[in-house]
């Protein structure tokens, strides 16, 4: 029962960090089909749920001059992907919400929970701004583009935003805003570094949906319609994780004047009118990656790469380390493929891998292998290849390096490495172990000492133990007021827990059960969570001390409340355990409390 008993604490712990990333792995996104729409363009608010069981709206709230709803049932896809021999599945539950302003104005749709695998999660807050007329296209411009419109699962692509206005509302103008619905909440992207712009670009700052900063590049002015514009860009790249058509809603750039009204102690700066430029609708699709002549030992490799190899040093004694590097570059995805292994294959047999080290980067990989030439014979490293497979082409290819050469010098009077197999040495080096049965003895009877001598010790250990016995049992024991100490430790941690997550609850009932030295299995998974105050004794020194005894018949009042802390913690038990149930649980489970 006690082993039981520990055992469940243990697990409980041990595995709340794995029932979190479970929660964590259920993705939630909220964000509107356009942040700026005319007076009767239908907008939308979208709500999508990925990788959970089960989703659920809560009632939405209510915006002054702005209709939302009704919520309707959700649209539901699913995904299976198999990478590397690797199966994924997902799938995503979307809401189209349709909202419907009454007026021109901005609006201020606040965050609301959604219900995700039983857990209240919070989107956040989002701005429709509804205007009369969007005026700004003759003003300004913006173009967003994609490197490419196919991508294959796994293969980075970027998105390129470039916008701008007249030159000659550059005086005059100086409010500026990005209102990108979608940013930050495609699906089934993972983002990835790109590389910093020379330090001769120049550099600024934009508003990003009328609240956040974004960085971006100042480009030369371009010619457009006749005159010089201001032109700005922003870059980002991304890597797809599964297949599907990807939308990118309309987007807007917004710009215009920002008047200053005098104040008596400060000017107030406000927006006045403001111009709107439209970058359309983008769809990438996302394709699977092919199986068909798709290679063994393929790793993962995606892209239009090359790569270059050198060694050194090239002139070395048999055994001696050589360092073999190579750089793969180009655009492909450089970070996420498995780097080939030599010792893997055939042309490398001559040579013994000990390993390798890596860099990575969104535009550049380096791998350093650690290679050692076992005989004199060896004139060269051979290519070291790496399967890819090339979008363009859609085929696998193989990217392979250079032979470098290398002079490798026998050493006088040296045994040359050996490649045999290691089972083999190992059987010759102990064949001149001789195996023979051992002579066993006859025993030999006690002396007359040794009789004397433990009957000498019988009143010595019958002190010690009454002299442990006393220690251990006596109420003004040190063991004892522990004991006690531990108890009142765990009627104060449960009142500190009232009216908080059962989880408190939880870890002040640890806390106790390691003072009792009833958990020392449990100790590697608390450690970092239960930290003993300065003026109480650690829980690692009361776990050296020997445990209580046990009152195991009331064992099961200590199990049962456990079990509804469970229970109450991971969703289906009841509403809670109250402190003076999880005391008498303990009392009972040793011997009735002091």
């Known amino acids: 029962m006690i082993a039981r008993l520990l055992a469940a604490l243990a697990l409980a712990l041990a595995c709340a960090p794995a029932f979190a990333q479970a929660r964590s ?12 729409a005319r007076l009767g363009d ?9 990788n959970a069981r089960t989703a659920e709206i809560r009632p939405l709230p209510k915006v002054s001059g702005l209709t939302i709803g009704p919520i309707g049932e959700p649209s539901e896809k699913y995904f299976i992907q198999t990478v590397n021999g690797r199966t994924t599945r997902s799938v995503s539950r979307t ?6 302003p009454a007026d021109v104005g901005q609006y201020l749709i606040p965050n609301f929970e959604v219900l995700v695998d039983g857990e209240a999660r919070k989107t956040s807050e989002l701005q429709l701004n509804v205007v009369k007329d969007m005026k700004g296209e003759e003003l300004g411009f913006f173009e967003l583009a994609s490197s490419s419109n196919k991508v294959i699962v796994g293969q980075p692509f970027s998105i390129e935003l470039v916008f701008g206005f007249d030159a000659a509302l550059r005086e005059k103008s100086g409010y500026y805003n990005l209102a990108l619905a979608w940013w930050g909440r495609l699906p089934g992207l993972l983002e990835n570094d790109v590389p910093v712009p020379p330090q001769s670009t120049q550099k600024g700052e934009i508003l990003l949906n009328g609240r956040d900063r974004l960085p971006i590049e100042i480009l030369p002015e371009r010619q457009l319609r006749g005159r010089p514009f201001v032109t700005l860009r922003v870059q980002r790249s991304f890597t797809p994780t599964r297949s599907g058509t990807m939308e990118i809603p309309t987007s807007f750039f917004e710009f215009g004047e920002v008047i200053r009204s005098p104040g008596l102690f400060n000017d107030r700066w406000e927006k006045g009118e403001t111009f709107f430029a439209r970058a359309g609708e983008l769809a990438i699709e996302v ?24 060694a050194e ?9 050589i360092k073999l590097k190579l750089e793969w570059t180009g655009a492909g995805n450089l970070e996420f493929f498995t780097a080939p292994d030599p010792a893997r294959l055939d042309a490398f047999r001559d040579f013994r891998v000990y390993g390798k080290t890596e860099q990575k980067a969104f535009d550049r990989r380096t791998v350093v292998y650690d290679l050692a030439a076992t005989t004199s014979q060896l004139k060269a490293i051979p290519p070291l290849p790496l399967s890819v497979y090339d979008p363009e082409a859609e085929r696998y290819v193989v990217v392979a390096s250079d032979a470098i050469p290398i002079r490798v010098r026998a050493l006088e009077g040296a045994a040359a490495l050996s490649n045999e197999n290691d089972a083999e040495r190992f059987a010759k080096d102990i064949r001149d172990i001789v195996l023979r049965p051992v002579a066993r003895e006859e025993p030999r009877p006690l002396g007359v000492g040794v009789v004397l001598g433990a009957l000498a010790a019988l009143p010595v250990g019958w002190i010690a133990l009454r002299a442990f016995a006393r220690r251990r049992f006596d109420p003004d024991a040190p063991a004892e007021r522990a004991r006690r100490k531990a108890r009142k430790q765990l009627a104060r941690d449960l009142a500190r827990a009232a009216g908080r997550e059962e989880t408190t609850k939880r870890v002040a009932l640890a806390d106790w059960m390691l003072r009792e030295g009833l958990a020392q299995e449990a100790l590697a998974e608390l450690d970092g ?36 802390l469970e229970a109450t913690v991971w969703g289906g038990g009841r509403a809670g355990v109250s402190k003076d149930e999880l005391l008498r649980a303990a009392d009972e489970a040793l011997r009735g409390g002091l």
């Not at 792995?25 to 700026?36: C, Q």
């Not at 239908?42 to 990925?50: G, H, K, P, Y």
């Not at 040093?313 to 380390?321: K, L």
């Not at 239960?530 to 064992?555: H, I, K, M, R, T």
């Open 313 to 321: 040093p090239r002139d070395v004694d048999a055994g001696d380390s």
């Open 95 to 100: 809401w189209v919400i349709p909202l419907t």
């Open 25 to 36: 792995d259920a993705e939630l996104r909220a964000y509107l089909s356009s942040g700026v």
């Open 42 to 50: 239908r907008v939308a608010l979208i709500v999508a749920v990925e």
């Open 287 to 310: 394709v699977p990656l092919p199986e068909e002549g798709r290679p063994l030992e393929y790793g993962g490799a995606i892209g239009k790469l090359e790569v270059r190899a050198s």
């Open 529 to 564: 969570v239960l930290v003993a105050s300065p003026d109480e004794p650690s829980a690692v020194a009361l776990l050296a001390a020997p445990p209580q005894s046990l009152n195991v018949a009331g064992l099961g009042a200590l199990d049962r409340a456990i079990e509804a």
